[in-house]
């Protein structure tokens, strides 16, 4: 019988990719041993809206970029060249069909996977695929693990969780950051640091 590879997938608005982003995609790789991580920044996000007159190309670019240095890492262009919203629920089930021999694994922060019930058919979500949460700071691991047991207890799945090194940083941050001028080096990668630059993005 052939071996299922382990992928995996590492969703975000990614607006943009940080090393929050990084750190918690490679831990939660080499923790459950998965095989590779693809990267998947979001089309039409479900809850957000986008800031920053920056397009889902180049929100897929900054992600291309930012992993290119790491061979386990892949991006896919599944919800950014999807037309109208992305629900996770439709990308597991159309990815499902591109790698058939495939076992996933959503990847989620902690505010993620507590917030989960707000998404599209989370029971049918729950059961498409393994879920992974990785603590974040702001969320202490009896938070995550309480609310993932409240999950696990009522949609009888198991969820995993990891408690990886904290990095304060978010999408959020480097936006307001760069807004003013301050400095993100070190907070992102140099290459993405290029890509703003050069066409001027969250001025
Ligand atoms: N610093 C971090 N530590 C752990 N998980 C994180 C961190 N930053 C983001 N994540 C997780 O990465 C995934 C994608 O996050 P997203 O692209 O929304 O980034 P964000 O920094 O939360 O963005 P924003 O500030 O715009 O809300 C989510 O599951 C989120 O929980
Ligand atoms: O499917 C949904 O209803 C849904 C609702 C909110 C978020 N998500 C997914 O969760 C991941 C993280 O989202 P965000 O908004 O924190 O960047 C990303 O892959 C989103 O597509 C999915």
């Known amino acids: 019988m052939k071996k299922l590879i382990k992928i995996g997938l590492m969703g975000g608005t990614f607006n943009p990719i940080h090393i929050g982003h990084l750190v918690m995609a490679e831990e939660i790789r080499k923790g459950f041993g998965l095989d590779k991580v693809l990267f998947i920044p979001t089309g039409n996000p479900p809850h957000k809206l986008i800031e920053g007159q920056v397009s889902s190309e180049d929100r897929y670019i900054m992600t291309l970029l930012a992993t290119a240095s790491n061979e386990h890492f892949e991006v896919s262009d599944i919800e950014t060249k999807r037309i109208g919203t992305s629900y996770t629920v439709d990308t597991i089930k159309e990815l499902k069909e591109i790698y058939p021999m495939a076992e996933f694994y959503f990847i989620t922060g902690a505010d993620a996977i507590l917030e989960i ?23 202490n691991m009896n ?20 408690s990886i090194a904290p990095i304060d940083l978010s999408s959020t941050d480097i936006r307001k950051r760069l807004k003013v001028g301050k400095t993100v080096k070190y907070m992102i990668p140099d290459s993405v640091i290029n890509y703003i630059n050069k066409k001027n993005l969250y001025r």
């Open 143 to 162: 938070e995550l693990k309480s609310g993932i047991q409240k999950l696990e207890k009522k949609y009888n799945r198991q969820i995993s969780s990891l």
């Open 117 to 139: 019930e707000t998404w599209k058919n989370t029971k049918e979500l729950l059961d498409s695929c393994k879920f992974i949460a990785a603590t974040r700071p702001g969320y």
